[in-house]
């Protein structure tokens, strides 16, 4: 299990960007699988984007050339750069960490660790 602590979401217009954060409590970027899912109200929990331990990276079609993730393995900190975000973007953001080693997917039981989620709201 890794805790992992999301930050970085707000409020923000259409058109407009936001940095989320996710530092994890021990190191995992070496051997586990990384990722975002957001709930919007009334919705499942969806696959965002992950990167796994090579650094190899998958998107949902919705975000691609828009968000864009990473890690500074020297910090375990995970991020999601969102740009040019549009109100179908509204939801709870989740941070996740691979449930096994060397293992990535877009399911959310490719995933063992869960951070609290934050909110990420853009107003039309």
Not at 58 to 67: A, E, H, P, Q
Not at 92 to 117: I, K, L, N, P, T
Request: charged content about 20%.
């Amino acid at each position: 299990q890794v805790h992992l602590v999301e930050s970085g979401g707000g409020l923000v217009q259409a058109g407009g960007s936001l940095r989320l954060s996710c530092v994890a409590s021990r190191r995992t970027f070496n051997d586990l699988a990384m990722g975002w899912f957001r709930q919007a109200p009334g919705k499942e929990r969806d696959f965002v984007a992950s990167i796994n331990w090579s650094g190899a990276t998958d998107y949902t079609d919705s975000v691609k050339g828009r968000f864009t993730i990473s890690r500074d393995s020297t910090k375990n900190t995970l991020y999601l750069q969102m740009n040019s975000l549009k109100p179908e973007d509204t939801a709870v953001y989740y941070c996740a960490a691979g449930r096994f080693a060397y293992r990535s997917g877009r399911r959310e039981a490719d995933f063992g660790s869960w951070g609290q989620g934050t909110q990420v709201t853009v107003s039309s």
